[in-house]
């Protein structure tokens, strides 16, 4: 009988999460002070993160131990399994053979715990009580509340007032893990006042909802900021699940023609490509496919530029694709996948060429969701299903031997609104008009 499923045993997990920051063929561009136009400097970032994460943003080691405590965390559902995805290839009458990193086993159900469990653990071994987050479709802040319980901190969550809304199950499950969760922009803090004095009925953003994050930790000497993407140390977390994929793949003797993953700010897709970067660059015949929404086309349409994090510009200034700091996403886009910029570590490897980027439309992803569901039983994130549709694209008129190999980075449990507005036939296909970006960059720093 042919295995479905490839496991690793808990001994066999990762010891230690893998920086690429030394193997990059040209320098990441550094982070620049708002202020100075110089580059930052660890103490410049310490009033919102803690110093290790901070050392490990910057970190010249190619190697970063994982700590016990954090593995003891991770062993409650790492490693997951790498999955043949047979019934699908069956239904698409591929050639190709098909593979999926399942990482919906997680208690939240995503990827995000992988970063979540250790910044909450280098947090509360720096004397830190409290952490601040912002979330969109509700994936990170459920997982950072899950973090903090299990290190005991205290966690506020400022979610998107769209996706509070649309996703109530995402909110009760942070709030079960003890979290508190506004709807931003709030009248919590002063920049959420702000926003809402000059739009009342805002749907939100991830710039805004980072922006209240931000005040709120700087506040007391007792509580950090704590991100869930973009960020290199965040990105560094996630390499778990490329370094388990490899093993997984070697284990049955498996070289990927092909690693796809959807891309908000490009936590899930940097972990899962990044182990396999040096063999690219050392001349492996291997793409790297990252895949985004039309409604939020940040590597597809963005500028590469310098641009702040947040829309009230308290952030350092990060080169990345993007959108603008005022991009507001359409309150009609039923995932997530909604910041403006992406990870100027994933944003350098494309830059570079190292990376692919494509755009779907959300009703063709959901289509492609359902299909999945259908075949291979995982309803997945909305966010996930952008992913498969880019794996159904690679799968047709496949040669014999390709190996496609994704991310399935989240179930999609608590998105059934989204799933009933799309059988109901109330999604729109939205593509964000030229125009609108144009008028997003307008606001970009003066800096190349």
């Known amino acids: 009988m042919e295995e479905n499923k490839i496991y690793l045993s808990e001994r066999e997990m990762p010891k230690a999460w893998y920086n690429i920051l030394p193997d990059l063929p040209e320098p990441l561009p550094p982070v620049i002070h708002p202020k100075t136009r110089k580059p930052v400097k660890p103490e410049d970032l310490a009033p919102i993160f803690p110093m290790s ?18 593995l003891n965390a991770y062993k409650i559902y790492r490693p997951t399994p790498l999955h043949r995805a047979r019934n699908l290839e069956k239904a698409l ?98 920049f959420g006042r702000k926003i809402l004095e000059k739009e009342p009925n805002s749907p ?60 908000g700010g490009g936590s899930n897709f940097g972990g899962f490509i990044i182990p396999f970067v040096p063999d690219k660059l050392k001349g492996k015949n291997i793409r790297f496919v990252a895949v985004e929404p039309k409604a939020c086309p940040t590597l597809t349409k963005g500028l590469y530029r ?22 507001i996403p359409p309150g009609i886009h039923a995932g997530g996948l909604r910041y403006h910029g992406d990870a100027p570590l994933l944003c350098h490897l494309v830059k570079l060429g190292l990376v692919e980027a494509r755009a779907y439309y959300q009703k063709e992803c959901f289509e492609a969701g359902i299909l999945f569901a ?36 989240g179930h999609g449990h608590f998105d ?8 109901e036939g109330k999604l729109e296909d939205f593509e964000y008009p030229e125009e609108k970006i144009k008028e997003a960059l307008k606001d970009l720093p003066d800096i190349e």
């Open 204 to 263: 939100g953003s991830l710039g805004i909802a980072i922006s209240e994050a931000i005040e709120e930790a700087v506040k007391r000497e007792d509580t950090k900021y704590s991100l869930g993407s973009v960020l290199n140390h965040v990105l560094l977390h996630q390499t778990i699940v490329g370094l388990e994929t490899k093993k997984q793949l070697e284990l049955i003797g498996e070289e990927p023609s092909v690693l796809i993953g959807c891309v």
């Open 416 to 423: 059934l609104s989204a799933y009933e507005a799309y059988f």
């Open 93 to 190: 009458k591929t050639k190709a053979r098909i593979y999926f990193k399942n990482e919906s086993v997680s208690p939240p159900g995503s990827h995000k715990p992988n970063t979540a469990i250790p910044q909450a653990y280098y947090n509360k071994i720096e004397g830190v009580k409290r952490l601040t987050t912002e979330t969109g479709a509700g994936q990170w802040g459920s997982a950072l509340a899950f973090a903090c319980k299990i290190f005991g901190l205290e966690c506020v969550i400022f979610m998107v007032k769209v996706s509070y809304y649309q996703k109530p199950y995402r909110r009760l499950l942070a709030q079960s893990w003890g979290a508190t969760m506004y709807p931003s922009p709030s009248d919590k803090t002063e």
């Open 374 to 409: 259908q075949t291979e039983g995982f309803l997945p994130a909305p966010e996930t299903t952008h992913a498969i549709k880019a794996v159904i694209d690679e799968a047709k008129d496949a040669p014999e031997g390709k190996v496609i190999v994704y991310n399935h980075s």
């Open 306 to 327: 310098y641009d702040f994090g947040d829309t009230a510009c308290t952030t350092p200034l990060l080169k990345m694709y993007t959108l603008g700091h005022n991009f």
């Open 53 to 70: 994460l901070i050392m490990q943003e910057f970190s010249p080691e190619r190697w970063i131990e994982i700590p016990d405590e954090v």
